[in-house]
């Protein structure tokens, strides 16, 4: 028996990696032969090989021995001296071992091919006997079975509890069954075991299951199995009877009379009653079920007041809670219809907002456009009727100042165009707020320069005038102001002074050493207030139009 | 690769059980575990020889390089041997080292083992007083050799002298393995005997 399991598992681990083929096949050969036996692994030859002194090994056999064996090897069949150059593939012995008649390797998993050894190597790569390892569990399977095992049968196959539907491993399965919260739930005193339907409907009716005394209320202690109720019952009757007594002498003297809110709550009812009975009350079948409920309820947490109660009163009150119930809910449906009619309100109500709220959008951009629409409209105005007297407000100047200090491509300023009268020339007022060329670096430069505008073909030209530019000092005391004004006269002459042949004239007039930076910055001076500079520029003209 | 081992064996035990020596209880092989790494063997002795009629086991283990390096033999039965140690059973033997040959099987050892028994080489001893003895007191030997075999291998041949000086030195308080030893080992002369256990 112990060959029979040795056997068959090294033959699996040898077929597994099929690369550490080193031996012989291991084929059943049919007939038997041992002809190509190969003498060190005792199999058929693979890669036949022979020796000078005739005798064939594996390629593989016979390199290891050889190998292994250092100088002055042997044969190992007949002790010859052999080395690793007495050796040759013997192919004659290959072919004919290839055309030998042999079942596949696989036949004990249960493989029937039989074949020539040459086919069956083919075959035997792709045999659905082959073992496999499983790449989860290491398990040894068939290759066929590979499916089933993965699917079905694999140790570490992952499954549903089908009882607590928790994920638990196969070869966990029935060890967790045993711990399943749910599939071990067996009453804890008779041991009976429950279905998860019976111990959530509580059918199941334990003789073991120890219980109370139905007197306990009234002071019993005893506690028994169900069986031996009864007798507790015949043989303790007195006792109960006593109890009971007590009890009732306790209630009556706690309450001697119907209290005045019991006797008003009835006289309530009563009313209740009345209105009901004559009140269309359209549910009344339910009404009334649902009274036969109320009532078992309100007979449980009443119970020592119901014992004082007057019979009488007490059923008329349940009655008439009936009603109310009732009446309640006819008021349910009554509000249900309120409810329906709101919700519908609302939702065209919502409606209603959003369209609100797109005409608001639409709105909102008119008055933003209309908005900007009269800033430019305003700004033109300035430009137009400012008579050729321009202030420039320039914001941020800090900001402006350090982007120039870093030579940014825009710093060079220029001041929206203003006319000199409504239909006169137009100018603009160009800024290096770091100077330019020379004065790179120390000096603001400012200059004028023309620009074109629809009234150049109805001025003179060359411009003819005098500018003024001025860096207004914004100290808040006028008396304490000591502004940078530069007045200049337009020569004609000057080519910043001709009509302009592109949007702006690319030549100016003006300053390079307009004032010395330090000077504007200095923080005894006024010139930058709220970071804002203040430029001015007044132009007169004096040409005739 | 210990597999080309274990397979090999597997086929060399297939062939020993079937081959006619078992058949006529000339060798035996059993296996000692399930990984074909130790087996027991057993010889009988061969006929014409001191060991005649007696049956004398083996311990074999296979090393993870067999075929290419020789199973580790030695004798569990206590002989009398030049060849083989009377201490601890260890076997001179060249196949068992130097000239073993991948070819060879358990069977040609166990037979080769026989034939070892059947022709002692005194000049390559293992057990240089069991060599002297065969060398120098040729009957003595045989004498000693066939009593051991009595004693340890359920051999036939009774050696009432003999056994009768291991009694007469187990008298004297002697244990009767070591007094067995001193006696042969001192061509059962009483007196030397008891002076080498003395000694």
Known sequence: ?545 | MANIAAQRIQREFREVIKSEEVAKCHIKLELKNDEYTELKGEIAGPPDTPYDGGVFQLDIIIPETYPFNPPKVKFITKIWHPNISSVTGAICLDILKDQWAAAMTLRTVLLSLQALLSAAEPDDPQDAVVARQYKEQQSVFRQTAKHWTYIYAKGPHREAELEAKVSQLRGMGFEEHKARVALSTCDWNIQRATDHLIS
Request: neutral net charge; glycine residues 4%; proline residues 4%.
């Open chain 1, 1 to 545: 028996m112990a060959t029979e399991t040795g056997e068959s598992f090294s033959s699996y681990e040898n077929s597994l990696d099929n690369t550490n083929d080193l031996e012989g096949y291991d084929n059943e050969f049919i007939p038997p032969d041992h002809c190509y036996e190969c003498p060190i692994c005792m199999m058929c030859l693979r890669e036949p090989y022979q020796t000078d002194c005739g005798h064939r090994f594996c390629r593989n056999c016979i390199k290891r021995w050889l190998r292994t064996n250092a100088p002055g090897r042997k044969c190992p069949a007949c002790n010859d001296l052999l080395t690793s150059e007495q050796i040759y593939p013997d192919n004659f012995a290959k072919r004919e071992i290839y055309s030998l008649e042999a079942k596949c390797r696989y036949s004990k998993s249960g493989c029937e091919v039989q074949d020539s050894l040459k086919s069956l190597l083919n075959h035997e790569r792709h045999c659905e006997f082959r073992p496999r390892k499983c790449p989860n569990c290491g398990q040894i399977v068939v290759c066929k079975d590979m499916d089933e095992h993965l699917s079905k049968l694999c140790p570490k196959l992952t499954v549903e509890c089908q009882l607590c539907r928790h994920h638990v491993q196969l070869s966990n399965l029935d060890n967790h069954r045993n711990l399943c919260a749910i599939g071990n739930n067996s009453c804890p005193d008779c041991g009976e075991s429950l279905d998860s339907k019976n111990s959530a409907d509580k059918l199941h009716t334990c003789p073991k299951e120890m219980s109370k005394c139905r007197f306990n209320n009234f002071g019993c202690k005893y506690k028994g199995l169900q069986t031996e109720m009864r007798s507790h019952m015949e043989q303790y009757q007195r006792e109960h009877l006593a109890m009971l007594a007590d009890s009732v002498e306790q209630l009556m003297a706690k309450y001697p009379k119907p209290s005045p809110d019991v006797a008003a709550m009835g006289a309530q009812l009563q009313n209740f009653f009345s209105a009901s009975t004559s009140a269309e009350c359209e549910p009344q079948g339910h009404a009334m079920a649902a009274a036969v409920d109320f009532e078992e309820d309100l007979k449980k947490p009443k119970l020592k007041r119901a014992a004082s109660l007057a019979t009488q009163p007490e059923k008329s009150f349940v009655e008439s809670e009936s009603m109310r119930y009732g009446s309640g809910e006819y008021a349910v449906e009554q509000s249900h219809d309120v409810v329906l009619q709101l919700r519908n309100q609302v939702a065209s109500q919502q409606q209603h907002i959003i369209e609100l709220q797109s005409k608001v959008n639409y709105l909102e951009s008119t008055v933003q456009d209309a908005r900007s629409d009269l800033q430019n409209v305003k700004l033109d105005f300035k430009r137009r009727l400012c008579h050729g007297s321009f202030v420039w407000r320039l914001k941020n100047y800090k900001k402006l100042r350090e982007e120039a200090r870093l030579g940014a491509p825009n710093c060079v300023l220029h001041s929206p165009g203003f006319y000199t009268s409504f239909n006169g020339y137009q100018f603009c007022i160009r800024l290096n707020l770091n100077g330019v060329e020379n004065a790179q670096g120390t000096h603001l430069s400012l200059f004028i320069h023309l620009m074109q505008s629809e009234n150049d073909d109805i001025l003179a030209w060359p411009f003819t005038g005098k500018v003024t530019l001025t860096i207004c000092d914004q100290h808040q005391v006028a008396s304490k102001r000591t502004s940078i004004s530069e007045t200049l006269v337009a020569k004609p002459g000057l080519a910043a002074f001709q009509r302009p042949t592109t949007f702006r004239n690319h030549k100016g007039f003006g300053y390079m050493e307009f004032a010395p930076i330090s000077y504007l910055e200095s923080e005894d001076r006024f010139f930058i207030k709220d970071d804002v500079l203040l430029i001015k520029a007044e132009v007169r003209s004096t040409s005739v139009s």
